[in-house]
T-cell receptor, first 113, second 115 residues
Framework: ETGVTQTPRHLVMGMTNKKSLKCEQHLGHNAMYWYKQSAKKPLELMFVYNFKEQTENNSVPSRFSPECPNSSHLFLHLHTLQPEDSALYLC????????????FGPGTRLTVT | AQSVTQLDSQVPVFEEAPVELRCNYSSSVSVYLFWYVQYPNQGLQLLLKYLSGSTLVKGINGFEAEFNKSQTSFHLRKPSVHISDTAEYFCAVTRRNTGFQKLVFGTGTRLLVSP
């Protein structure tokens, strides 16, 4: 596989469930990002990891818990979500310096019922 | 802090016609600018970027954009669109020389190309 992959592509969960989103990048990058994309709103940066260390938490509620075990993998653990958390969750990666563009995965479409 | 305004939420155009998607940004420091495209059920793909140098930037799929510092704009253009260009287009900005790229996105412009 090449680029940035995300699984699952679609997820429906109840408000009491616990689930995880997975992101994997095959580009040799050392920075990884989680974004939330909601209808009619700009993409919102949620978390940033550089060399496995979290460097940005954009005031995200604690019901979202990121994990970065290595530079190639990024997880977003979800628990007790709200219906307004329904959105497309996008993962991206980049080099931490120099090359500036971010490469995005296809996203996970999350629906909270 | 930086911000981005995409003035048009939707732009309808006929195939083979020219198109311009507008983007204005606000920043008190020097920035990098980007245009991304998102096709249905896909992630974002980089179209082009402005880092420095020539203010006219050429990207993939025949798109180009011009950086205008005095007007704080970075409008995207294509001289002749195809049906396959139908997608959502996002303008993004980040300040120069940050340790990582904290992109700030606009709300997007949906380009609708009809025959």
């Amino acid at each position: 596989e090449t680029g940035v992959t995300q699984t699952p592509r679609h997820l429906v969960m109840g408000m009491t469930n616990k689930k995880s989103l997975k992101c994997e990048q095959h580009l040799g990058h050392n920075a990884m990002y989680w974004y939330k994309q909601s209808a009619k709103k700009p993409l919102e940066l949620m978390f940033v990891y550089n060399f496995k260390e979290q460097t940005e938490n954009n005031s995200v509620p604690s019901r979202f818990s990121p994990e970065c075990p290595n530079s190639s993998h990024l997880f977003l653990h979800l628990h007790t979500l709200q219906p307004e958390d329904s959105a497309l969750y996008l993962c991206a990666s980049s080099q931490p310096t120099g090359e500036v563009e971010q490469y995005f995965g296809p996203g996970t479409r999350l629906t909270v019922t | 802090a930086q911000s981005v305004t995409q003035l048009d939420s939707q732009v309808p155009v006929f195939e083979e016609a020219p198109v311009e998607l507008r983007c204005n940004y606000s920043s008190s420091v020097s920035v990098y600018l980007f245009w991304y495209v998102q096709y249905p059920n896909q992630g974002l793909q980089l179209l082009l970027k402005y880092l420095s140098g020539s203010t006219l930037v050429k990207g993939i799929n025949g798109f180009e954009a011009e950086f205008n510092k005095s007007q704080t704009s970075f409008h995207l253009r294509k001289p002749s669109v195809h049906i396959s260009d139908t997608a959502e287009y996002f303008c993004a900005v980040t300040r120069r020389n940050t340790g990582f790229q904290k992109l700030v996105f606009g709300t997007g412009t949906r380009l609708l190309v009809s025959p």
